[in-house]
């Protein structure tokens, strides 16, 4: 029996694309498969961001010049965390005498935040001669893939010591007493008060004798968070005559102060 060759090498020459092909349609259904089976990796999802007092780990977000601010997150990431950056700023403050801008900014890489699902806790110190008011606080989660989350609120920061309903004499005369009143609130607590009267290059007449009061007060007002100053003080006889000036400094038991000046006229008594 003869075997036709010529036509059994022209089927397997036939044979030969149709395999590519195959193999082809195989290879791309499953790179598609495996496409379709990983599915991307999700953004961080930062939860529970509260922040405010430090001391007391508030959630009022309030917070106090002086003092720090606590802020905590839980942090839930598919893949390791690379960054975790936290900014806080001020909404166009004015900036008072002795005061500077604000404008907090820092990357943490803390090793313990360097994984799945951390939680971020830091506290933030707050300097004491920036602007009272509203600041806005952004805290960026960043994973090893590079997707990040935002999370962002505002906070108060205020005064720790604050005075309202200031009366003093206006005048006196010498040999009498003037009265000042206000009232004082500290959200650390009151240390003391002091008081400083003295005059202005005043002459010193024959038989006056040159006036400088100076008194710390702290009886009755040590440690509360809210007290009424109203003290009497007496003007000698013999001080000169004019223009005194008067500085009140509050300080609270986290060494924090807050000064009020004032003026008062010391006159001689009717003839």
Request: hydrophobic share 35%.
């Amino acid at each position: 029996m003869k075997y036709n060759t010529k036509n059994k090498r022209r089927m397997k020459t036939n044979l030969k694309p149709l395999a590519i092909v195959a193999f082809l349609g195989i290879l791309l259904h499953s790179c598609s498969s495996d496409d379709g089976g990983t599915p991307p990796v999700a953004a961080p999802v930062i939860s529970n961001f509260e922040y405010g007092e430090g001391s007391s780990h508030s959630e009022d977000q309030v917070a106090y010049k002086g003092s720090d601010v606590h802020l905590e997150a839980e942090i839930i990431a598919e893949a390791s965390v690379s960054s975790i950056s936290l900014a806080i700023h001020a909404h166009d403050l004015e900036i008072g005498e002795g005061e500077v801008e604000w404008d907090f900014e820092q990357t943490y890489t803390n090793a313990e935040y360097l994984v799945i699902n951390p939680t971020f806790h830091e506290h933030v110190d707050i300097p004491s001669n920036i602007p009272t008011g509203e600041y806005h606080v952004v805290l960026t989660v960043t994973d090893g893939l590079g997707n990040s989350t935002e999370a962002e609120g505002h906070i108060q920061i205020l005064d720790p010591i604050t005075l309202s309903e200031i009366s003093v004499s206006e005048s006196v005369v010498r040999g009498a007493d003037f009265h000042i009143e206000f009232i004082i609130s500290a959200v650390n607590g009151i240390h003391q008060i002091t008081v400083d009267v003295h005059g202005h290059d005043l002459t010193v007449d024959e038989g006056e004798v040159e006036w400088d009061f100076e008194n710390i007060y702290s009886e009755g007002y040590h440690e509360l968070t809210e007290a009424e100053f109203h003290e009497h003080i007496d003007v000698p006889a013999t001080a000169p005559a004019g223009e005194y000036h008067i500085l009140f400094t509050i300080e609270d038991e986290n060494g924090n102060t807050l000064e009020y000046e004032t003026h008062i006229e010391v006159t001689v008594p009717a003839p």
